[in-house]
T-cell receptor, first 118, second 112 residues
Framework: EAGVAQSPRYKIIEKRQSVAFWCNPISGHATLYWYQQILGQGPKLLIQ????????DSQLPKDRFSAERLKGVDSTLKIQPAKLEDSAVYLCASSPWGRISPTNEKLFFGSGTQLSVL | EDKVVQSPLSLVVHEGDTVTLNCSYE??????LLWYKQEKKAPTFLFML????IEKKSGRLSSILDKKELSSILNITATQTGDSAIYLCAVEESSGYSTLTFGKGTMLLVSP
């Protein structure tokens, strides 16, 4: 089974520029998450999709961040314009909520995108 | 206010030592508590604990859920340098849909 795919792996931009990240979840996983992990902190949920609908975006800075999951499969996260404090690793994860996972693993993470804003 | 609090935030031990990492939580509709190990970018799953499964063990790692104290511990015995990582605790809540909230993590460094 292919894992969660994310791209790019690394991105360096200057402040006020725009950037977009892409995520393709595991096939059949209805739930998709974007987490932001700032150095030294745990992952913070930015947005959670159930199929192509948003179920939680309470911590998404909507003045600069946007995300979509058209057709309920892959997703893009955009930052426009970027600020210095957006430097972080952006993790995408998917979940088979409602389906029994033999290992009890709830979230399957991608390898993340490391963003540096200069 | 943080829903999931981990302690200590960082820890340095010598190879062979035993360590105990702590996680406390305060959520409304608790469903499960999960431990992850993060070495590079993607966290890797270690254990899931629920009200019906409060103790798990795998090799040198073990974890216990204390439902009364709303907390969990992760024990690592006979630590090795390969155990150096950030250990994340996450709590699953379920109220219509499930979501996971992570603590800040404990950074463990095992010196040879």
């Amino acid at each position: 089974e292919a894992g969660v795919a994310q791209s790019p792996r690394y991105k360096i931009i200057e402040k006020r520029q725009s950037v977009a990240f892409w995520c393709n979840p595991i096939s059949g996983h209805a739930t998709l998450y974007w987490y932001q992990q700032i150095l030294g902190q745990g992952p913070k949920l930015l947005i959670q999709f159930q199929n192509n609908g948003v179920v939680d975006d309470s911590q998404l800075p909507k003045d600069r961040f946007s995300a979509e999951r058209l057709k309920g499969v892959d997703s893009t996260l955009k930052i426009q314009p970027a600020k210095l404090e957006d430097s972080a690793v952006y993790l995408c994860a998917s979940s088979p909520w409602g389906r029994i996972s033999p290992t009890n693993e709830k979230l399957f993470f991608g390898s993340g995108t490391q963003l540096s804003v200069l | 206010e943080d829903k999931v609090v981990q302690s200590p935030l960082s820890l340095v031990v010598h190879e062979g030592d035993t360590v105990t990492l702590n996680c406390s939580y305060e959520v409304t509709n608790f469903r499960s508590l999960l431990w992850y190990k993060q070495e590079k970018k993607a966290p890797t799953f270690l254990f899931m604990l629920t009200s019906s499964g409060i103790e798990k063990k795998s090799g040198r790692l073990s974890s216990i859920l204390d439902k009364k104290e709303l907390s969990s511990i992760l024990n690592i015995t006979a630590t090795q340098t390969g155990d150096s990582a950030i250990y994340l605790c996450a709590v699953e809540e379920s109220s219509g849909y499930s979501t996971l909230t992570f603590g800040k993590g404990t950074m463990l460094l095992v010196s040879p």
